[in-house]
């Protein structure tokens, strides 16, 4: 017997896809798995790309999906699309054979859109991702309480089984105005990476971290303490291996 699916077609979302259909979309349809994030306003990050063939796909489907969105709001799909697709690559396979990713999701009975929801067996993560120069702590907490009140509204609609959770990316510039690249230091690799490089591992740790299937309460806890110099020491370990 299949499984019921009424209603999954006419989800209202950007898109809505598995992990293999979402690699094609970034690496074949889009090509922009080499995007970076350029530090600039984003009317003038906007007006260099829209005559580009991979924004100009993202508004066709934007409006073929009934989503009104304004031109830098497509630049940031670009910015997430890229950010994401490399965080998922470092998520291990079993997970990914089994997960549904969802763009620019309008939860029902409102005007909200999540960045993107992660639905995996019976459990949601909504990530909203974030690019403001006006300050990360400010913004960082701002985007939290957005995230947060997206798993409220969610949490209303959906059956009790289902766990719903929250992660924040706030986004650094990658190149520089003079088409440098801007570096940071990344506590996994223990070197110097591009700006967003730790992040997205952090991301990616998160994402195994929540979809985990166990209950033991005293692994977790485990796990937790000293996690992020856990995953740094398995990175180095392979380099070293390499």
């Known amino acids: 017997m299949k499984p019921q699916t009424r209603g999954f077609d006419k989800m209202k979302a950007l898109y809505n896809l598995n992990y293999e259909e979402f690699e094609d979309l970034v690496e074949k349809d889009l090509r922009i798995a080499n995007w970076l994030v350029y530090d600039d306003g984003a009317v003038s990050r906007k007006n260099m790309i829209s005559d580009k063939s991979y924004f ?49 999701y309008q939860i029902p009975f409102t005007k909200r859109r999540a960045d993107y929801l992660l639905v995996y067996e019976n459990k949601i993560l909504i990530i909203e ?8 702590e400010y913004k960082f907490e ?9 798993k409220e509204l969610l949490s209303n609609i959906m059956p009790n089984h289902i766990k719903i959770g929250t ?30 490089s730790e992040k997205m591992i952090d991301l ?6 929540f979809f985990s ?17 856990s995953i740094a020491d398995m990175i180095n370990d392979s380099d070293d291996e390499a």
């Open 56 to 104: 100009k796909t993202l508004r066709q489907r934007a409006d073929e999906q009934g989503i009104r969105a304004s031109d830098e709001e497509v630049l940031s799909w670009l910015d997430t699309l890229n950010l994401l697709f490399h965080s998922l690559k470092n998520v291990n396979e079993r997970i990914l054979d089994r997960l549904q990713i969802i763009q620019e």
């Open 129 to 136: 991702f974030s690019f403001d120069k006006l300050g990360n």
């Open 142 to 150: 701002n985007k939290l309480s957005q995230a947060i009140h997206y």
């Open 167 to 196: 992660y924040t990316f706030m986004i650094s510039p990658e190149v520089d105005r003079e088409g440098g690249d801007i570096m940071s230091y990344n506590k996994y690799t223990q070197q110097d990476e591009l700006a967003n």
């Open 204 to 209: 990616s740790e998160y994402i195994m971290f």
């Open 213 to 229: 299937g166990s209950s033991d309460a005293m692994m977790h806890l485990g796990v937790v303490d000293g996690y992020e110099q």
